[in-house]
């Protein structure tokens, strides 16, 4: 009960700071929008008992990353608006097939999953990690049966790593 | 109820309380401590030897008049003190005072990486005020500030990982109770971890050496050059809980928080007779005294050389350090 | 930065890095008084920079027209405000070299002595706001702990702590009091302890010596060519000391050295100083060993009436070279034309080619490091 409020109320704070964050006419608004966006992300993962995801969520999204945005949007001083283009619906139409493909995805999610009731098999964790905290239980996974994605995930980070360097560079 | 509520209720309250005072008798200590330094009494006039001056400074700021430039983005401007004070304060939930449970509010098991996570909020407060302010010292400052924070965050970061290495987890309880059970505090296990994280706390904090987002003979105040008031107060008291923040942090990480000295040598066992708060709170002290000090000798760094001790100096050798601690974890 | 985008013609980019401009002063607290610079920054380089003067401009080289030539004294002190005392031995020098007037070799020593101690009052001011300038807060309060002892040395002389008055055409308008040569010594024994504590906090700590080393290197040709003077001609090597080239008062009895720099950057112009300090202690030493018994006032004539003639007379201040230039057309008992030239001003013209590339927080460490004083500046 107590969960479902929490849960619905999050929900109702994440969309509407999501839509707070595209029509703010302000940049640096919609910038602050999306940290307090993603506070309340984290805050719905502590309500699924996932801790450290909430965590690294705050710390790498909220704490690193919408920083640098800010930061950008601060710098970068926005002039003028864009110029608008002759037809200002061209992107319309790929928004359209966009959402259209996302609801449809959704839709197909609540179909499946409703399809195959699972009522008390919720602890989906494996038997030998039973006992561990969440964050022994990922990163065991990660080194584990999810090695190879994670290894190509951090070859990815670090080519654009390397990459922001050379770009930056050769501007100087 | 009792328990789950009423409980952590009372004992949030009282922690709270007990934080903002701390932080006004911080402000007092320091400047008490540099105005010994520089031969100098400090305040004096307010209570014998100046003692009351702690709560008769917050009572000047709470009833000065509230400025806010007219340019000034007003909701950012009302949102950025807040959000530099609310981080500083949240930490403290996962801070254990002592052994016993009644000392904590709580003990999360990923206590050290939310302490992390909370504090690197606080660099919005920084930001944001300066660009809320619609002026350019400020601006400049935070962006000072920003660019600081987030390297020396790495910097810190990283060199957690190593201590999370050596204590093999990342609750604050359990974190002083692997070094009981080594019997020796990690300041001897990691030397250069503890020395990193201060220095890195002292720029985290923007504390001299490191304290350019306020550079006062730069940039006039930096940040808060259009704040008064309350809402200036706000972003004092952030700054000092910071530091109590950090102090704790690196007492509870590098110096055993409430264990006394050598906890596994019986010979001592007589220093068990002082409560382990107590030793916490010493340990704290100590660290609150040296940043202090620090602030009274040191000139202040410039931006370019700050970043470089940054990213050159302290990330490669936090990375070493983590490198270290892995390869002798193993082999051990 | 929005202020600057009607500026900005039409064709220019979205995106386009502007240069911030910024106005430092004349309210700031590291501007040393009512200087205004108006930086143009790139990032937190400057780009450039207009050097504003003019804020405390008072008129004193004209009002000193309209003064009899005794009460100018004390308009001189009111230029240089932390070094009264040499700018009073330089405006009487200058008009006691224009009426030929013998003045006392007591009334000499004495007034080495004066300029001597006012040095270092004016130096403790500098180091002082020099390293509070760059972060070094203690520093200050140490300087100004030890600017007091010379303060109360110049109350017991004359009364006054800020703007002396305290000489006059022909020598001295009283005798040191009874046991000040004793009290003299003793600071300059408690000076001498002192130095070695600034030391210690600044001249090996390698913060200060990153902020400082390398910052505002100005080279011996470049600071002759914009007519630096004092301890920034100094530090970029150039031996120049009104002291030593054209002795006055009584500097040519004594022993003492000119320190020079090598590099010209602000960590040597800061070395220079704090040697100029032990300096003082010598020079004011010997004066008072050799102080010679006698008269502290010449013959002077009862109504001050130099003949018509000019002349021009410099000495060493704690900031540079100060000199006077006064005409007299034999008639009236006011100069008729009365020029001051000022380290200070002379100094601040090398603050513009000194800050340009260099960062922000290293402006307040240049300005600092010019050591200029804005009453004098603008006069």
């Known amino acids: ?172 | 109820m009792l328990d789950t509520i009423v409980i952590p209720l009372l004992k949030i309250a009282v922690l709270l309380n007990a934080v903002l005072v701390s932080v006004t008798f911080m402000v007092l200590l320091e400047r008490k401590v540099i105005a010994w330094a520089q031969s100098r009494l400090g305040p004096m006039r307010v209570g014998p030897y100046g003692v009351l001056q702690a709560i008769a400074d917050p009572i000047k700021l709470m009833i000065k008049e509230d400025i806010r430039p007219v340019r000034a983005d007003p909701m950012l401007f009302t949102l950025a003190p807040i959000l530099s004070l609310v981080p500083a304060l949240v930490v403290f939930a996962v801070v254990p005072f002592g052994g016993d449970e009644l000392f904590y509010v709580t003990d999360i098991n990923v206590g050290l990486l939310f302490i992390i996570s909370v504090t690197s909020i606080g660099v919005y407060g920084i930001i944001l005020a300066g660009w809320a302010s619609n002026s350019k010292y400020p601006l400049l400052a935070s962006l000072r500030a920003s660019a600081q924070l987030i390297s020396y965050e790495i910097a810190v970061t990283m060199t957690l990982v190593s201590v999370i290495l050596t204590a093999g987890t990342l609750s604050m309880v359990g974190i002083v109770e692997a070094q009981q059970q080594s019997g020796l505090w990690f300041a001897f296990v990691q030397p250069v971890a503890f020395v990193l994280v201060f220095i890195g706390g002292l720029a985290e904090t923007n504390r001299a050496p490191f304290d350019l987002p306020e550079a006062e003979q730069e940039l006039t105040g930096g940040f808060h050059t259009e704040y008064s008031g309350m809402r200036f107060a706000l972003f004092f008291l952030a700054e000092y809980a910071n530091i109590i923040v950090i102090s704790a942090v690196v007492a509870i990480l590098f110096w055993g928080g409430w264990l006394r000295p050598f906890p596994n040598v019986e010979a001592l066992a007589f220093l068990d007779l002082i409560p382990g708060w107590i030793w916490f709170f010493g340990k704290m002290f100590v660290f609150l005294y040296i940043f202090i000090w620090i602030r009274a000798t040191l000139p202040r760094y410039r931006y370019d050389q700050l970043m470089r001790l940054g990213w050159k100096v302290l990330i490669p050798i936090a990375i070493g350090n983590i490198v270290v601690t892995g390869v002798v974890k193993v082999l051990l | 930065m929005t202020g600057q985008a009607a500026a900005a013609p039409a064709a220019a980019p979205i995106f386009d890095t502007d240069e911030l401009v910024i106005n430092m002063g004349p309210q700031h607290p590291s501007t040393h008084g009512v200087l205004r610079l108006v930086l143009r920054l790139d990032g937190e380089r400057v780009v450039d920079a207009d050097v504003v003067i003019g804020y405390i401009h008072r008129g004193i080289e004209k009002l000193s027209e309209n003064r009899d030539w005794t009460q100018i004294i004390l308009l001189t002190d009111r230029m240089d405000y932390v070094a009264a005392a040499t700018n009073n031995l330089g405006y009487c020098e200058t008009v006691e070299k224009l009426m030929e007037i013998e003045v006392p070799r007591r009334a000499r020593y004495v007034r080495t002595v004066l300029a001597e101690l006012q040095r270092m009052a004016s130096h403790c001011l500098w180091l002082g706001t020099h390293a509070m300038d760059i972060g070094a807060m203690t520093v200050l309060l140490y300087a100004f702990r030890e600017r007091e002892l010379v303060l109360d040395l110049f109350e017991d002389y004359c009364g006054a702590r800020l703007t002396y008055n305290s000489m006059r055409i022909g020598g001295l308008p009283l005798d040191i009091p009874t046991g000040w040569d004793a009290k003299v010594r003793a600071f300059c024994d408690i000076m001498e302890a002192k130095i070695p504590e600034y030391e210690e906090l600044l001249t090996n700590n390698r913060i200060w010596l990153e902020r400082t080393r390398g910052i505002g290197v100005i080279s011996a040709d470049d600071a002759v060519g914009l007519g630096l003077c004092g301890p920034p001609l100094r530090g970029s090597g150039v031996y120049r000391d009104v002291r030593k080239d054209e002795p006055y008062a009584a500097y040519d009895e004594f022993e003492f050295d000119v320190p020079l720099g090598t590099r010209g950057d602000t960590y040597d112009r800061y070395l220079i100083r704090l040697e100029e300090f032990r300096q003082s202690i010598r020079i004011i030493r010997q004066a008072l060993d050799g102080l010679p018994e006698g008269p502290v006032m010449g013959k002077v004539p009862r109504l001050i009436k130099p003949k018509a003639g000019e002349t021009y007379h410099a000495i060493e201040s704690p900031k540079g070279e100060l000199g006077y230039f006064i005409v007299s057309d034999g008639r009236a008992t006011n100069p008729y034309r009365f020029r001051v030239r000022p380290p200070s001003f002379c100094n601040l013209q090398g603050l513009r080619p000194l800050i340009v590339g260099h960062l922000v927080a290293d402006v307040v460490a240049l300005i600092g490091t010019i050591d200029i004083v804005l009453g004098e500046v603008d006069r």
């Open chain 1, 1 to 172: 009960m107590v969960e479902a409020i929490v849960f619905y109320t999050l929900a109702v704070l994440i969309l509407g700071l999501g839509v707070a964050v595209i029509t703010t006419p302000k940049t640096v608004h919609s910038v602050v929008f999306l940290v307090l966006n993603f506070l309340c992300v984290a805050v719905l993962y502590i309500v699924l008992r996932a801790e450290f995801l909430a965590v690294i969520q705050v710390l790498v999204y909220a704490g690193g990353i919408v920083v640098l945005y800010l930061f950008v949007v601060m710098l970068v001083n926005l002039k003028q608006a864009p110029e608008a283009h002759e037809d200002p619906r061209r992107l319309a139409r790929l928004g359209l097939v966009l959402s259209g493909a996302v609801l449809l995805e959704l839709a197909g999610i609540v179909v499946y999953s409703f399809g195959r009731v699972t009522p008390a098999s919720a602890p989906a964790a494996p038997g030998p990690l039973t006992g561990m905290g969440n964050t022994e239980e990922l990163g065991w996974l990660l080194y584990t049966d999810y090695l190879i994605p994670f290894e190509v995930a951090s070859v990815l980070l670090l080519v654009a790593m390397v990459g922001a360097i050379v770009l930056a560079r050769r501007q100087s």
